[in-house]
C-alpha cells in the first residue's frame, strides 16, 4: 500500500476516539438557537477546523441527536432532531460553557 492511498482509507474511515463534551455542546447550542445551518457556518460559529467539524456532526448524526436536510439549492443543512433537542434541555440549557448564542437569539 502506497502511502496516497493509506492516507485516503484513513481519512475515509476517521472516527472520534474521544468524545470531548465542550464541542459537542458548542454544535448542539448553536443548531439549537441558530437552527438549520451548513457546515462551514457551523465550523466557523464552533472555532473547528473543517476536519475536526466533520468527525462531530458525524458523530452527532451517529449518535441521532443531527440530522441533514437538504434545502433548493441541494445544500446539506444540519439540523437538530427530538433528540439533540432533549439533549439541549438535559444537558446543556444551564450552560457548561458561555457560547453567547442565548443572548443574540434574543435581538432576533
Same mark, same amino acid.
Given at each position: 500500500?502506497?502511502?496516497? =492511498?493509506? $492516507?485516503?482509507?484513513?481519512? /475515509? ?5 474521544? *468524545?470531548?463534551?465542550? +464541542?459537542?455542546?458548542?454544535? *448542539?447550542?448553536?443548531? %439549537? ?5 451548513? #457546515? =462551514?457556518?457551523? +465550523? =466557523? ?5 473543517? #476536519?475536526? &467539524? @466533520?468527525? %462531530?456532526?458525524?458523530?452527532? *448524526?451517529?449518535?441521532?441527536?443531527? #440530522?441533514?436536510?437538504? @434545502?433548493?439549492? $441541494?445544500? #446539506?443543512? !444540519?439540523?437538530? /432532531? ?9 444537558? !446543556?440549557?444551564?450552560?457548561? &460553557? ?5 443572548? =443574540?437569539?434574543? *435581538?432576533?
Amino acid at each position: 500500500m502506497n502511502a496516497l =492511498s493509506h $492516507r485516503n482509507e484513513s481519512s /475515509t474511515t476517521r472516527q472520534l476516539k474521544r *468524545i470531548t463534551w465542550h +464541542r459537542v455542546e458548542s454544535i *448542539i447550542v448553536f443548531l %439549537y438557537y441558530k437552527g438549520a445551518n451548513n #457546515k =462551514s457556518v457551523i +465550523r =466557523s460559529a464552533c472555532s473547528m477546523n473543517y #476536519k475536526c &467539524c @466533520d468527525l %462531530y456532526l458525524n458523530w452527532c *448524526i451517529r449518535e441521532n441527536y443531527v #440530522k441533514i436536510l437538504s @434545502d433548493r439549492e $441541494r445544500r #446539506k443543512l !444540519f439540523v437538530l /432532531t427530538e433528540r439533540g433537542i432533549e439533549l439541549y434541555h438535559n444537558e !446543556f440549557e444551564g450552560g457548561i &460553557c458561555d457560547t453567547g448564542y442565548e443572548e =443574540s437569539a434574543s *435581538i432576533l
